[in-house]
C-alpha cells in the first residue's frame, strides 16, 4: 500500500540550530513529494515540490530537499532554524492514482 | 494566498444531526479535495471532484458524501455526524490533478458532541 512515514513526531531546536526532518515514502511507479508547512493558527502552505530533475530542491524561507530514489526517501532541511519556523511540517506524495497521501506531521518547537 | 473560503470555520453540532461544509474557490480550478486532520495521522483524503459533477473517493469517505454542482463550490455532508467525525476539516484546490501543487483553505472545526 502507498504510504508515507515521517519519524520525528517532535523536534525541539534553539534558534540557529540545524534541522534535518526525515520523510519515508512507499510508492509503487513516478512519485511527486512535498513539503507542506502549517504555522499556528493558519492553514497549509507549500514549501518545495519535487517531480523531477534535480534531486535537491529548494523552497521558501531557506529550506531544502533532497530526493534520494535509492533511499525512498525526501528529507527536509534548514541550516539555521528561527524562532518563526516554529510549526507543524507535513511530506505529501502523489502518483499515478491522482491521490495526495500525508505523512503523520513532525511539529518543530524553536527556542529563542 | 489562493482564494479559497470554507464555512463554517467552527462548528459544533450533536451525534445523529446532518452537518453540510461548504468549501468556496475563485481561481476556477478543477480539481477540489476535501481532508481532515487529526492528530497523529495527518491529512486523510476523504473525498475529492475532477470536475463538476464527478467526484470520487478517498482513504476515509465512509460516513461522507459531496456534491459539485458548480465549479467553484464543493460540499462535504456528513449523514449523521458521529463522535468520531470531530476534526478539523481543509479544503484544498489544483489545477491540474495530483501532479500539481494543492492550495488549502483555512480550515474548519468541527466538534460533534
Known amino acids: 500500500a502507498q504510504s508515507v512515514s515521517q519519524h520525528n513526531h517532535h523536534v525541539i531546536l534553539s534558534e540557529a540550530a540545524s534541522l534535518e526532518l526525515g520523510c519515508n515514502y512507499s510508492?509503487?511507479?513516478?512519485?511527486?513529494l512535498f513539503w507542506y508547512v502549517q504555522y499556528p493558527g493558519q492553514h497549509l502552505q507549500l514549501l518545495l515540490k519535487?517531480?523531477?530533475?534535480?534531486?535537491l530542491v529548494k523552497g521558501i524561507k531557506g529550506f531544502e530537499a533532497e530526493f534520494i530514489k535509492s533511499k525512498f526517501s525526501f528529507n527536509l532541511r534548514k541550516p539555521s532554524v528561527q524562532w518563526s519556523d516554529t510549526a507543524e511540517y507535513f511530506c505529501?506524495?502523489?502518483?499515478?492514482?491522482?491521490?495526495?497521501?500525508f505523512g503523520q506531521g513532525t511539529t518543530l518547537q524553536v527556542k529563542p | 494566498d489562493a482564494g479559497i473560503t470554507q464555512s463554517p470555520r467552527h462548528k459544533v453540532t450533536e451525534t445523529g444531526t446532518p452537518v453540510t461544509l461548504r468549501c468556496h474557490q475563485t481561481e476556477n480550478h478543477r480539481y477540489m479535495y476535501w481532508y481532515r486532520q487529526d492528530p497523529g495521522h495527518g491529512l486523510r483524503l476523504i473525498h475529492y471532484?475532477?470536475?463538476?459533477?464527478?467526484?470520487d473517493k478517498g482513504e476515509v469517505s465512509d460516513g461522507y458524501s459531496v456534491s459539485r454542482s458548480k465549479t467553484e463550490d464543493f460540499l462535504l455532508t456528513l449523514e449523521s455526524a458521529t463522535s468520531s467525525q470531530t476534526s478539523v476539516y481543509f479544503c484544498?484546490?489544483?489545477?491540474?490533478?495530483?501532479?500539481?501543487?494543492?492550495?488549502f483553505g483555512p480550515g474548519t472545526r468541527l466538534t460533534v458532541l
Open positions: 519535487y517531480f523531477s530533475g534535480d534531486p
Open positions: 510508492y509503487g511507479g513516478t512519485v511527486n
Open positions: 505529501a506524495a502523489s502518483g499515478n492514482t491522482g491521490k495526495l497521501i
Open positions: 471532484s475532477y470536475g463538476v459533477k464527478d467526484t
Open positions: 484544498a484546490i489544483s489545477e491540474r490533478g495530483n501532479t500539481d501543487t494543492q492550495y
